[in-house]
């Protein structure tokens, strides 16, 4: 429900956790695969009918308390003229990536020019909804878009961006604020169009040092999280030990990857709303292990201020019993 998940994004105790899934809809969904064998993924996520299509699949299978857009973080490098596609068995490809220092200060288009096909997905959406659960919007983080654009094709380092800081600071500061103006642009655009709350996927932040995040990334972050006014979450990996830079960063919701102790969390972040943060591996096994799980987690969390979901996306060889599963559980806690 639309107002459960708001109540818990403001850090309000809730009869049970709203519960929605990263990656929802997903490849684990066989309806999924057989709409993506008609279509190239770009495709699909630009037609805004087929797009609509994809994003109520989970909706139709388990009802989650949120629901958001079938999109891909990438598409905001769109605004500053990068092109990318997805290429099998790689991820997505930058066809024309940062070559150095003397290419980061590039032209910027409106984004209502740019991404008209988002509006029209989240103004489908809105209708088909009719309140019933909330519609979730999302944007890359201006790191992780900077990340893509300067090495090009997916990285376990992104070595390319973080070359460029060592050996060019002011160019590497300059491409992550003009990642930032067009996400914050995109972000409002979303709000305007009926997203109910926005998720900032910063999700390579975590190779940053602590000091480089605090001085290029985190007024980024903030600038971003304060340009809309629903409610906001963040989600970085590999945070654990630095959850107080999320928590810095003006979100509302602190999302959590599976690496950290829900428990832990709670007692660094107090009364900060969280969301998360079950292994996706754990959907890979029983039904059983599934719903024990998922209560460990929901009992950790305590009873406010609690979005569930999990780490990550959810795996594309993922049983749907098991996300149904974990959705059920949720729904079965009542707080009275």
Known sequence: MRDLFVRATRGERTERPPVWLM????????????????YTFYEAITTPEVAERVTMLPWKLFEPDGIVMYSDILTALEPLGFSYHIESGVGPV????????DDVDRDRRPIDETLPYVGELLERLQERLEGRAALIGFAGGPFTLAAYAAQGEPSRNYVALRRLRAAHPEAFRTLLEQFADVVAEYLTYQVDHGADVVKLFD?????LGPADYREFLLPLHRRILESVDVPTVIFARNMGGRLDLLADSGADVVALDWTVEMADARAQLGDRPVQGNLDPAVLLGDEETVRKRTRQIIEAAGPSGHVLNLGHGVDKDTPVENVRAFVETAKSIDRG
């Open 94 to 101: 930058i066809e024309n990536p940062v070559d150095g220092p």
């Open 23 to 38: 990656r929802q809809a997903g490849r684990y969904i066989p309806e999924y695969r057989e709409i993506r064998s008609e």
């Open 203 to 207: 999700t390579y932040a975590g190779l």
